[in-house]
């Protein structure tokens, strides 16, 4: 057993995650890095984690998404391979096995919470 695909408690809000996430269709999926934004703490009785999607296409911006650069700092910690954006108003739970590894640590949550917030109406 690859160690990514162990037991989900090794994932924390703020990993970044290589992920098979779903389509909106959930009977597809496309592997993708992700990020963990549920607070590890907060006991729920499911091992599934909720994460949000990163994509590489520039053209989705908005007040639900942050911007990240590959070559900023923010960027090389997250691991990304291109300027991205994290899409708060894709949320996803996946289960354990649908994780592969961690690929980096997102230093902007101070950002996607304020994002979170937007979109869920919170703010």
Excluded at 56 to 68: E, F, I, K, W
Aim: aromatic share 4%; hydrophobic share 40%.
């Amino acid at each position: 057993m690859r160690q990514g695909w162990m037991n989900m408690t090794g994932y924390k809000r703020g990993d970044v995650v290589l992920v098979r996430y779903p389509h909106s269709d959930l009977t597809t999926f496309k592997k993708r890095p992700a990020l963990v934004v549920q607070d590890a703490r907060i006991r729920t009785g499911l091992e599934q984690r909720i994460i949000v999607q990163i994509t590489s296409n520039l053209n989705r911006t908005g007040p639900s998404r942050v911007p990240v650069r590959k070559a900023s700092e923010s960027g090389r910690a997250m691991g990304i391979l291109q300027d991205s954006i994290i899409m708060t108003d894709s949320i996803a739970t996946v289960l354990p096995r649908e994780i592969e590894k961690t690929i980096g640590k997102c230093p902007e949550m101070d950002e996607v919470d304020v994002a979170l917030r937007r979109i869920l109406g919170l703010a």
